[in-house]
C-alpha cells in the first residue's frame, strides 16, 4: 500500500486520467473530491462490499434454480 501525506487543496494524480482531490479536513475525518472517466466506477468500500454479498447471494441462488430444474427434469423422464 502507497501512504502519502496532503494537505487540503493537494491532489494525487492515478495513471493520466483520475484525480484525487483533498477538499476539506475537519478533524478525523477527510473529504476527498474524485475525478475520474465514466467508465470507472467508484463505491465506498461498504457499498462495494454489499454489492459483493448481493451478487453472491444471486449467483448461490441461481445454482440452488438450476438444481431444483434439474430435479424436476430427472423425475419427468423417470416418469416416462
Not at 11 to 33: A, F, H, P, Y
Request: proline share 1%; no cysteine; charged share 25%.
Amino acid at each position: 500500500m502507497l501512504i502519502l501525506s496532503r494537505n487540503k487543496g493537494q491532489k494525487i494524480m492515478i495513471n493520466d486520467n483520475i484525480v484525487l482531490s483533498v477538499i476539506e479536513i475537519n478533524g478525523d475525518q477527510v473529504r476527498i473530491g474524485i475525478e475520474a472517466p465514466s467508465n470507472v466506477t467508484i463505491y465506498r468500500e461498504e457499498i462495494y462490499e454489499a454489492i459483493k454479498q448481493q451478487n453472491q447471494h444471486a449467483l448461490d441462488f441461481n445454482e440452488d434454480i438450476q438444481d431444483i430444474l434439474h430435479q424436476v427434469t430427472a423425475q419427468k423422464k423417470n416418469k416416462i
